[in-house]
């Protein structure tokens, strides 16, 4: 599988946090590398805006309008946590993880386990229009306050 360059984020230290990830990507050097760089391409195409963070202590964080989701190796599982994947519908039922909680859903890929693009792609859009919609209520929100 192709690890693939993506094209690095114009947000500050983007550069250096798609590095970071293609270089974590390289490390793993396994069935967890390929299904991180493919659900890594799958995010942008389903959004060429997405930024690529690298947050806490080395986690890939992918942006855009807030956390979409970070992508996370275990020895296990590769994990997609989406920041408000409560609020996002799932009609493919990819979340699999993390399901009790009130904010956050997760996805756990294991090794060999097929990914559902479409479906996936779809989650990351709604994902990106919950952030949408929620940073535009917290400016309509502010200007209410300033007047």
């Given at each position: 599988?192709?690890?693939?360059?993506?094209?690095?984020?114009?947000?500050?230290?983007?550069?250096?946090?798609?590095?970071?990830?293609?270089?974590?990507?390289?490390?793993?050097?396994?069935?967890?590398?390929?299904?991180?760089?493919?659900?890594?391409?799958?995010?942008?195409?389903?959004?060429?805006?997405?930024?690529?963070?690298?947050?806490?202590?080395?986690?890939?964080?992918?942006?855009?309008?807030?956390?979409?989701?970070?992508?996370?190796?275990?020895?296990?599982?590769?994990?997609?946590?989406?920041?408000?994947?409560?609020?996002?519908?799932?009609?493919?039922?990819?979340?699999?993880?993390?399901?009790?909680?009130?904010?956050?859903?997760?996805?756990?890929?294991?090794?060999?386990?097929?990914?559902n693009e479409a479906a996936l792609k779809q989650l990351v859009r709604a994902a990106?229009?919950?952030?949408?919609?929620?940073?535009?209520?917290?400016?309509?929100?502010?200007?209410?306050?300033?007047?």
């Amino acid at each position: 599988m192709k690890r693939g360059n993506v094209k690095p984020t114009s947000r500050p230290g983007g550069e250096a946090a798609s590095a970071k990830i293609t270089k974590r990507i390289e490390e793993l050097g396994d069935w967890r590398g390929d299904t991180l760089a493919q659900v890594r391409r799958l995010i942008h195409d389903a959004d060429p805006h997405i930024e690529e963070e690298w947050k806490w202590m080395g986690t890939p964080v992918f942006s855009h309008d807030g956390i979409v989701c970070t992508g996370e190796s275990y020895k296990q599982v590769v994990k997609l946590t989406f920041a408000r994947g409560a609020a996002i519908e799932d009609p493919k039922k990819l979340f699999n993880s993390s399901l009790e909680g009130n904010v956050r859903r997760a996805i756990d890929i294991r090794e060999g386990e097929k990914i559902n693009e479409a479906a996936l792609k779809q989650l990351v859009r709604a994902a990106v229009a919950a952030n949408s919609a929620a940073l535009a209520e917290r400016a309509a929100k502010k200007k209410k306050v300033k007047r």
